[in-house]
Every structure is written in C-alpha cells, then in structure tokens.
C-alpha cells in the first residue's frame, strides 16, 4: 500500500536558498490577496511543482514560498507565494514579518519585483473587515510608486452561477471596486491594472506578460515596505506597514481594556451579590481577554525591530521550523514503515490463508477421491458378492432339479414295475377266471384306470398316475 499522503517538501539548506539562484535580470512577481481569493490556485497554472491548493478555512499558504516556470520557453519567472492577512494560525504581526523580510532580503540582493498581483473574488457580497484589511495592508506594503506594476484581478468568475449571481452583479460589483478610490480607484487612477482572471493558464499568463511589459517600459519596481528597512533602515514598526499593524493592535487593545474594565465590575457585582456562578463565570472571560491583551502588546513589541535582527529572527524560526519539519518527516516515515510492515503482515497472513486454504481444498479433494474409491470398492465387493450368490443359487437349483429329475424317474420306474406287476398279475388273473370276461363294468374300470395312469406318467404328474394304477388293479379284481 502507498503512502496517500503528499510528501514533505524539500527544504532549502538555508532561510535565502530559495533566492540564491536570483539575478538581477530575473523576473519576480508576488502573488498577494485574501485567503481564499485564489493565489494557489493561479500560481499551479503556472508554476513547475506541485501547488497546494486550499479548499476550507485553514490558509494553505502559510509561509512565502517560491515558484519558478519558464514564460514563454525564453525567461525564467518566479511568482511570490505569500501568506494573507487573515490567515487562522498566524498575528498579522508574524505575517508582516515574514512578507517584510523576504521583500527586504530579495532588494537587499538586488534582485528587483517585476510585479505585483493582488487577488479579489467577485463572488465576496461586499468588501468584508478582512478584505479592507489585506487591501489596506497590501497599499502600505507597495506605496503609490508602485502602483503602475500593480495588476488587480478579480477571480471566479465562472463561480457566479453556482453562488445564484448573476454576470450583471460581478460587472456590479468590479465597478464599485474601480468607483471607490479608498478600494481600488486611487490605485487604478495611479497606473494599477484591472483584469478579470477567467481561471485558464492563458489569461494567468496574460497578466504575467502585462506585467513584464510594464517592466521593460519603466524598470523594477521599489516597494515602499523595502526601501523603508533596507535603504532607510528603518524599524518594522515605524514603516508604512508596521504602523497600520500598531494601529489595529492600538485600537485592539483598548477596545480589550474596556472589556476587562467592564468584566471587572461584574465580576465585583456578582461577588457583592455572593453569585459565584456568574464570578466565577466573569472571572474565566476576563482572564481570556487579558491573554489577548497580553498577546496584542507583545505583537506590538515585536514590531519593534530592525531589518538585521528581522534576518535572524527568521532565521530562528527557520531553524526551528526545519527541526519540526524532520520530526514530522521522521514520524511520517515511521508511520510509512509500520503501514509497510502491516501490510507486508496482513500479504503474509494472506498468502498463509491462502496456502492454508489450497492444503484443505487437497485434503478434501484427497478425502473424497478416497470415499469415492471405498464407494466403488464396495460396490463393486456387493456386486461380486450378489453374482456369486447368485452362481451359488443356480447350482443349488441344479442341484435340486438334477434330484428332482433323478426322484421323478425313479419313481417312475417303480411305477412302470408296479404296472407291470399288476398288468401280470391281472392277465394271471383273468386267466384264472374266464368266466367274469362278459363282465363290462370292471373292464371299463380298467381302461379307465389305463388311461389316467397313461395321462400321468405322460404329464409327469404322479398323484394321477398313481390314481390311474389304483383304479386299474381294482378293476382287475372285480373281474
């Protein structure tokens, strides 16, 4: 069984691998917008490697990644992968320092933005916290010099109908965008390109030769996030960016001091009240705020720093990210090689079944071959049994018959001697007598008597032959 899961993705040796293999000349664009606007999904029409896309609510595009692809089979682009500002497992504070100090690092090494990209979704009912946020965020970053290498494309636009929208409402909606100059009238007016991204390669690679074009006409693009911490050397927090973040973190926190002031008095409220249900109940909320408070002025802290110890802040966080990366790659492959030796198992058990199976089959086979020849043996015994007895039976009536035979002439033998006694003994008889010859009554007798006996002896049967002689003799002695 293979392993389903994608696998680890390679990581560079160092935090700037990514970006040793950039020249001056190369072609760098950034990707920015909203989770969810679609920044993966354009980078996977372009880019070589595998793109992960998001599809719920955790951002997929948590750290700035690097993708190349070969624009027209001639120069080489490299699209800026980055994190948004409403990402669910990071502050804006660590996402401005992740964008910050890989702009920073790439300006540093004289490696130039070509372009930048800014994604919207037509299909957004209207321009949400998050949404102002991330444009609010994105202007900060790029400053108004470089709005003219700004490309801002509104993205799907073949989803309108399955939300229930109409093309009318998108047209709408993009030009309310372009309208309102604190959306992105001021940025279109400044030189800011507005495209409608249909989701092919063919209008992702439109933008990207756009966006080249600009170059070759006017050169890079310098972002006011880079020339503030490189060429000015300034603190992250006293940038454009770093200020609009220690704003909302400013305004955060005192919108947290009310509610902790407030959860206090009913916290003291219930106490005087000995409702220790709802203090304690008040006392769970106002600790939770407080950790929000105690989190929101440490992102204001951490605002505080310099492009130098930005670098090794990252780099730290590289390293321990590289640490956690080998334990999960290191449990991957332990989960890799229990799912290998459980199926090896589970193929052995299998095959054992299998084998186990194949022996019964024989021995059944073998077993019934085995009652099939007692079977036939027995038959066969049975019948070699019932044909001698039946031999036996025949010669036992032979036998019989020969005795029979034998008896039946014997017997009449003595009958013929007998019949010839008295045949004799009657001519002796009427000899003797002459005188009763005129008698017809004892004659006829005696032909009667003749004749049965000659029926009998004819017809084997002894009773009449016997009878025939008897009542021959007594003719003869009535004579």
């Known amino acids: 069984m293979a392993d389903s899961s994608p696998p680890m993705p390679t990581p560079p040796e160092t935090p700037d691998e990514d970006l040793a293999e950039l020249g001056p000349n190369d072609i760098l664009i950034a990707v920015m917008g909203i989770t969810g606007s679609g920044k993966s999904t354009f980078i996977s029409l372009l880019a070589d490697g595998e ?75 209207r321009m949400s916290g998050s949404s102002l946020k991330n444009l609010s965020m994105f202007k900060k970053l790029c400053g108004e010099d470089a709005y003219k290498h700004v490309v801002l494309a509104t993205t799907m636009w073949g989803n309108l109908k399955g939300a229930n929208l109409s093309l009318d409402t ?56 880079q020339k503030e911490m490189v060429d000015d050397n300034k603190s992250l927090e006293n940038t454009a960016a770093g200020q609009e973040v220690n704003m909302e973190l400013t305004i955060l926190r005192k919108k947290l001091q009310e509610q902790i002031i407030e959860l206090k008095e009913g916290y003291d409220d219930a106490l005087n009240d000995r409702d220790t249900k709802l203090a304690a109940m008040l006392l769970e909320q106002s600790e939770a705020v407080e950790k929000r408070m105690a989190a929101a002025s440490a992102a204001q802290e951490e605002l505080k720093v310099s492009f130098e110890r930005l670098h090794e802040e990252q780099k730290e966080i590289w390293v321990q990210e590289q640490l956690r990366m080998q334990v999960e790659q290191e449990r991957r492959e332990a989960e890799l090689a229990e799912t290998k030796a459980n199926t090896e198992r589970l193929e052995r058990e299998r095959e054992e079944a299998g084998e186990r199976h194949r022996i019964e089959r ?66 002796q008889l009427q000899q003797a007598k002459p005188e009763k010859a005129s008698s017809t009554m004892p004659l006829v007798s005696m032909l009667g008597g003749v004749v049965t006996a000659g029926l009998g002896l004819m017809t084997m049967n002894i009773p009449a032959l016997a009878s025939g002689v008897s009542t021959f003799v007594d003719g003869m002695a009535n004579m």
């Open 51 to 125: 793109v992960e896309i998001g599809h719920h609510l955790e951002s997929c595009t948590n750290a700035v990644k690097l993708h190349a692809f070969a624009y027209k089979d001639t120069r080489k682009v490299y699209l800026i992968d980055t994190p948004g500002f409403d990402d669910t497992n990071k502050t804006d504070t660590d996402i401005l320092k992740q964008v910050a100090h890989y702009l920073s690092m790439t300006y540093r090494k004289n490696v130039r933005l070509s372009g930048i990209i800014y994604l919207h979704r037509i299909t957004d009912t």
């Open 362 to 427: 024989e021995e059944n086979d073998l077993k019934r071959e085995e009652a099939e020849a007692r079977f036939q043996q027995a038959l066969k015994q049975q019948q070699t049994e019932e044909a001698e007895r039946a031999k036996q039976d025949k010669v036992e009536l032979e036998r019989r018959q020969r005795q029979f035979e034998e008896r039946f002439a014997w017997e009449r033998r003595q009958h013929e001697q007998q019949m010839q006694a008295q045949m004799q003994h009657m001519a």
């Open 170 to 225: 998108g047209e709408a909606r993009e030009r309310e965008l372009i309208s309102r100059a604190e959306w992105w009238g001021l940025m279109k007016d400044r030189g800011s390109q507005v495209i409608r991204h249909d989701g092919t390669k063919e209008c992702a690679m439109n933008i990207i030769g756009s966006l080249i074009e600009r170059r070759n006409a006017n050169g890079p693009v310098q972002l006011s996030i």
